[in-house]
């Protein structure tokens, strides 16, 4: 079992709607949550970072943890063509080595 | 800005002829990752440094060698690169193992 499982896609969504993108993790000591984008051929870039349960928001962006079921999520309301990327989910614990999904292609249709 | 910054950005090769990847960071992070991202995979954590302690990951290859001379710099060895190590290379930094900060990544090709 991998530590980090993505539905690998792809997603497409006409503009302007909500886009729900979700991960699993097994390790129930995992404490730390990313969100990243990644263009093609370019660098992750960070999107969101929380730390243990709960939501945090940043925009049109929402970042859910459910430490009960492992289960992430990235919300993003009013979507818009420049978010059609790849979207890495990542986790870690207190240690050295976060562990990425394979990430999830979204496709933002004007 | 303080920003990863990773040269060069395209990098061809011949097999087995040897190629060094290079990163700076000025965020003055305490600790530099290389990763290895191939086509629609996960980026695949090849070693880190915390300061000068370096950390090998298990499974990766002798072949990928690693040196970080400085806070700032950190270099990216493949002593006799073969097809399969034709990927996009990622350098990152992070502050005490917390949020990781990507470089634009260096996309190898091997002929």
């Known amino acids: 079992q991998k530590e980090v499982e993505q539905d690998p896609g792809p997603l497409s969504v006409p503009e302007g709607a909500i886009v729900s993108l979700n991960c699993t993790y097994s390790?129930?000591?995992?404490?730390?949550f990313m969100w990243y984008r990644q263009y093609s051929r370019k660098g992750p870039e960070l999107l969101m970072y929380t730390y243990s349960s709960g939501n945090k928001e940043d925009g049109r962006f929402t970042a859910q943890v459910d430490k009960s079921s492992k289960y992430i999520s990235l919300f993003i309301r009013d979507s818009q063509p420049s978010d059609s990327a790849t979207y890495l989910c990542?986790?870690?614990?207190?240690?050295?080595?976060?562990?990425f999904g394979t990430g999830t292609s979204l496709t933002v249709i004007p | 800005d303080a920003m990863v910054i990773q040269n060069p950005r395209y990098q061809v090769t011949q097999f087995g002829k040897p190629v060094t990847l290079s990163c700076s960071q000025t965020?003055?992070?305490?600790?530099m990752y290389w990763y290895q991202q191939k086509s629609s995979q996960a980026p695949k954590l090849l070693f880190h440094y915390y300061d000068k302690d370096f950390n090998n990951e298990a499974d990766t290859p002798d072949n990928f060698q690693s040196r970080r001379p400085n806070t700032s710099f950190c270099f990216l060895d493949i002593r006799s690169p073969g097809l399969g190590d034709a990927a996009m290379y990622l350098c990152?930094?992070?502050?005490?193992?917390?949020?990781?900060?990507f470089g634009p990544g260096t996309r190898l090709t091997v002929t």
């Open positions: 965020l003055n992070h305490n600790v």
């Open positions: 390790n129930s000591a995992f404490q730390y």
């Open positions: 990152a930094t992070s502050r005490d193992f917390r949020e990781q900060y």
């Open positions: 990542a986790s870690g614990d207190t240690g050295n080595q976060f562990y």
